[in-house]
Structure formats: structure tokens, C-alpha cells
């Protein structure tokens, strides 16, 4: 890890301006790097040789690349990336709303959503996670994380001013990589670079309840949703023994702490699996242990994957479920299974291919 050449995507725009001088050089190399999504010093053509020259030396421009891409017929895009050590990581491009045409107008533009990844592999365990049963390798830079949103963004021609918003669901914990997980929060935000607000940043965590507290205190104005999952310790545990050290009251508390935008609610997924959390008693648990939070609930079908012991659940109790917590005042919203034909559950992309070499 520590042979690793960092890249240029691992700094801020103010650490960059100490690098190099004068300081608007700087900020020509921001312009390239996250307007024109430039990934080699050659594309810089307003940066003097002498330059790029003594930065190529220490620094990469792009820490990765694409190596494996699955399109599915809703127009997710799963990415597959090699990273300097030949280590893979995921993200996925999601595609939230369709455009809309009235009389050829187009009245709704396309909202896209990129899944990024913060670790190779991940140490939390969560028994219905692929990603889990490789293990934990190693954090993902700050770089790294921040060049999955570049060479998505590349890929689909998004420009660099087109609103999109980040969601760290991918591979890994992300509080668990809480340094260089605010570090690109910050890059993201900048004006000159990406310019994506806090807000439109998502951080999804199992529920480590100490660091929680921690990403509130640095006050990044981003959003959180936690991947609850059960509403009985004994239940979470099987599913997230990291449970054991972080029970669903002491994350209970911490949501409470986190300064949440009051324009927002705080988002908890809970993964469906049938016979085991689909009940209206967990449902009428879970409507119990939310109030007094401005809460949305997630609710995702379980998907199944080769080998998982688990199942996923019916419609009917899935809407059941559902209705149950809408008649008792939840916002409560069931997620379309995006990417259902490709794996785009965490971890199975890079699962398959790593079966396949
Ligand atoms: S679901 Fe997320 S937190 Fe759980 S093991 Fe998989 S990657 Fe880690």
C-alpha cells in the first residue's frame, strides 16, 4: 500500500496550489482533471513541460482503470476497475428518472447516480454480502474514490457542470475509511472542480455508531442512510455481526446527534429477505424504534446471488410490509431491483470476474 504513487485526484485544490506554482497553475490543472476529465499529463496542453515533467515523477494523473463494464436494460452501468496494485473495485452509474417527452419537448432531464466503492473488500461481514466473504485488503485513497466519479462521469459524457449525485454504497464500510472518505467528500465539493454539494452526497454505513458522531462533528453538510436490515439485535447480528460492538440503539442515538439538514430526512435501508424480516411485526418494530426520527425507509428486495442461504421476498408482503409503515406515518419507498440482469448487488461484478480469469 505504502509503494503506491499517489495521484493527482488525491488532493485538494488547496493542496494542489502548495505544489505547484504560481498558483493558477493550480487551478488549470483542477480544469483538466474535472472538466475535461483529462487522465494523462500529455492532455494538459496549457501546463508547461518542465512541469507535468517533475509532477509525472511523483504523481499519477488517474490512479485506475475500467477493465469490465455490464450494461443492463434499465440503463444501469457497472463498472468494474483495476487499481495500481491490480487490485478491482466497483461503482455504478444509475440512471434515477427517465426523460420525459411531451409533444418532443423535453420536459424532465435524466437523474443519474453514481455507487461508489471506499475499500477493497470490507471488514464488516454482512452475511448477504458477496463483498464480505473476500475479506478486508485495504482503503481506497482519497484519489481513488474520487476517480471512480471522474471516469464514470468520462464514460457517459456527463459534463462536468451537470448536477449527479453520490451515494458511498459500493465496496466497503465507508466510516470505516473515514479519513479519505471526507477527504473526497471535500474534493467533490468544490467549485472549481465537480462542484457537488453535501448534499448531494450520500454516505451509507452499517452503523458504526462512534464514527457516525464522528463524520457529524466535521459538519460536511452530506446525508447519511444506514443499512438497518433488522429491528432485533439478535436478528442484525446474524446479518451484520459488527452488530456485536455497534447495537441498533447506540446507532439509534448517534442519527439522533448527526446534524441533519431539516429539509431532509435520513434514510435507513433495510434489505427485505423472506422468512426472516418481511413480518408486519418487524414492520410495526421498526415504526417503534424510528419515531421521533424524520425518517424514509428503503426498502430493497433481497437479491439472490449462487450460494446465499437466503431468499427473496413476495410482492405481497413486500407492499404489506410497505402499506404498514406509510399507515403509521413512515415515508416508506420500495427500491427497484436497478440492474437485476447484471449482479449490481455490491460485490458481484467483481466476484464474477474474478471466476471468470
Ligand atoms: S454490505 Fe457493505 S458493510 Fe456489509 S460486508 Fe458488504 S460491503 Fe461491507
Redesign the pocket.
Known sequence: MNQLKPSLLDFTLKELTQLVKPSFRAKQIYGWLYHQYTDSYDAMKNIPKAMKEELSQKYLVNPMKIIRKEVASDGTIKYLFELQDGKTVEAVWLKMKDEIHEDGKLVQEAKYTICVST?V??????S?????KGGFTRDLSAGEIVGQVVALKRDNKHKHNRKINIVY?????PLDNLENLAKAIEIFKKEEGLAISGKRQTV???GLSNKIDQLGAMDLGVHIAI?LHAVDDELRTEL?P?NKAHNIDSIIEAVKRFPIDTRKRVMFEYLVIKNKNDDLGSAKKLVKLLSGIKAKVNLIYFNPYPGTPYERPSYEDMFAFQEYLVKHGLLATIRDSKGIDISAA??QLKEKTEGEL
Open positions: 475499500q473488500g470490507c471488514k464488516v461481514g454482512c448477504f454480502c458477496l463483498t464480505a454504497m459500493g465496496m466497503g464500510e451509507s454505513t452499517s443499512s451484520i459488527m455490491c460485490g
